[in-house]
């Protein structure tokens, strides 16, 4: 029934923006609503061979006027400025329908500095994880929103996408892995690997989204 409700809404997600404002912008230009799932670029300072270049200015005054437009935060997000920010959907937050949660692991921390587009808290702590497999158990929202995905179902990413490599071990996809197994949402929606996937995995259709790609559900 609450997913039939939603049709009505129609709440467009949108992958990683990673500071690419002005095509996000288009991408919610007559849109009543919308998350982003994470990596919007809030505060990140890209590596250039220069050092570092600064992050534009996130498009939040078009955000504002435009509709209900938010977001979650990723690993390429500063932690500390999306906590601050009122249109950075919480992490363990649920509503309506929906149970979000951001943050990942960084891979290529050889490229990355420190307090510039590194955070040591770019992933919740095993404690924040529990108290938020918790809340996520208690809760049974049918769609799941995040940054990352379970262990397995990153696999099958690289699997869908014919890429033979492994995938690291990382405490958020674990904890995400176990959410999971112990309750399966009707819908999965998540970005960080910058390769789309649309699959029906034991029940639950799980969605990844590229770079900028949009779907409305």
Avoid at 30 to 40: L, R
Avoid at 96 to 101: E, I, V
Avoid at 116 to 141: F, G, M, T, V
Avoid at 147 to 152: G, I, K, T, V
């Amino acid at each position: 029934m609450l997913l039939q409700q939603r049709e009505a809404i129609h709440v467009r997600f949108i992958g990683d923006v990673h500071g690419k404002f002005e095509q996000y912008v288009s991408l919610i230009e007559g849109v009543d609503a919308s998350i982003q799932v994470g990596d919007m670029g809030l505060g990140f300072f890209a590596p250039s061979p220069d050092g570092v270049t600064a992050p534009p200015e996130p498009r939040f005054d078009v955000m504002r006027r435009e509709g209900n437009h938010r977001f979650i935060r990723g690993n390429q997000d500063d932690p500390t400025a999306c906590a601050q920010h009122c249109l950075c959907i919480a992490d363990g937050h649920s509503e309506g329908d929906m149970f979000f949660c951001g943050g990942a692991l960084s891979v290529n921390l050889k490229d990355r500095t420190k307090g510039l587009n590194w955070w040591p808290d770019e992933e919740l702590s095993e404690p924040e994880l529990a108290r938020i497999r918790e809340k996520y158990l208690d809760e049974r929202q049918p769609i799941m929103v995040t940054h990352d995905c379970p262990h397995a179902i990153a696999k099958a990413i690289l699997s869908h996408n014919n890429i033979d490599k492994g995938v690291a071990i990382s405490r958020t996809r674990q904890a995400f892995q176990r959410m999971w197994e112990q309750y399966k949402p009707q819908i999965w929606v998540f970005g960080h690997w910058h390769m789309s996937m649309d699959a029906l995995i034991s029940g639950t259709r799980f969605i990844c989204l590229a770079e900028l790609e949009p779907i409305d559900i």
